[in-house]
T-cell receptor, first 111, second 114 residues
């Protein structure tokens, strides 16, 4: 099985940088996803990491360390619209392509 | 990417009745799934919808309660049967693209059972 842990809630200031951490334990690793979910809306795909290192995509970056079972999502130049829940999801080696989702981190961006 | 539509977007239903949710995707996808998300909770996988055969259910979910159909590669339905207030939730259709690593979600169906 899998155990995925991320902080429940974080707050940050507009224009700042915030890092949302995700730690996981899995019997085999086959990729880690980050999703953004605004209240009342469906999750939207942000990133996918399967190899160690940093993947940058505009204001958002995602980092993975497989040996440490650790990932983070880095959001730069925060905007009010970044207030949302951020879900970490991990896929294992069972042969299925279905990831298991963490509980999500609610990010509140204030002026 | 894939664009997914769901119908209805929301409904209020009485205890004991059933509701069928439809999911349509704009392109052929390898896998389709149904998730449930209760308030303040993460996503729970109900089942994988298999084309032309019975769905694969996760632990805690059974076909009699959540019958699923997938007659072709772009369409699926989920029925919530004999509803109780505990079934009040958001139900989300999701697909995996042919690349097998990008997963997309429909807008969800917000169900309230009274």
């Amino acid at each position: 099985g899998q155990n995925i842990d991320q902080p429940t809630e974080m707050t940050a200031t507009e224009g700042a940088i915030v890092q949302i951490n995700c730690t996981y334990q899995t019997s085999g690793f086959n990729g880690l996803f980050w999703y953004q979910q605004h209240a009342g809306e469906a999750p939207t795909f942000l990133s996918y990491n399967v190899l160690d290192g940093l993947e940058e995509k505009g204001r958002f970056s995602s980092f993975l360390s497989r040996s440490k079972g650790y990932s983070y999502l880095l959001l730069k130049e925060l905007q009010m619209k970044d207030s949302a829940s951020y879900l970490c999801a991990v896929r294992d080696m069972r042969g299925s392509y279905i990831p298991t989702f963490g509980r999500g981190t609610s990010l509140i961006v204030h002026p | 990417s894939a664009v997914i539509s769901q119908k209805p977007s929301r409904d209020i239903c009485q205890r004991g009745t059933s509701l069928t949710i439809q999911c349509q995707v704009d392109s052929q996808v390898t896998m389709m799934f149904w998730y449930r998300q209760q308030p303040g909770q993460s996503l729970t996988l109900i089942a994988t919808a298999n084309q032309g055969s019975e769905a694969t259910y996760e632990s805690g979910f059974v076909i009699d309660k959540f019958p699923i159909s997938r007659p072709n590669l772009t369409f699926s339905t989920l029925t919530v049967s004999n509803m109780s207030p505990e079934d009040s939730s958001i139900y989300l259709c999701s697909v995996l693209t042919v690349t097998r690593y990008e997963q997309y979600f429909g807008p969800g169906t917000r169900l309230t059972v009274t």
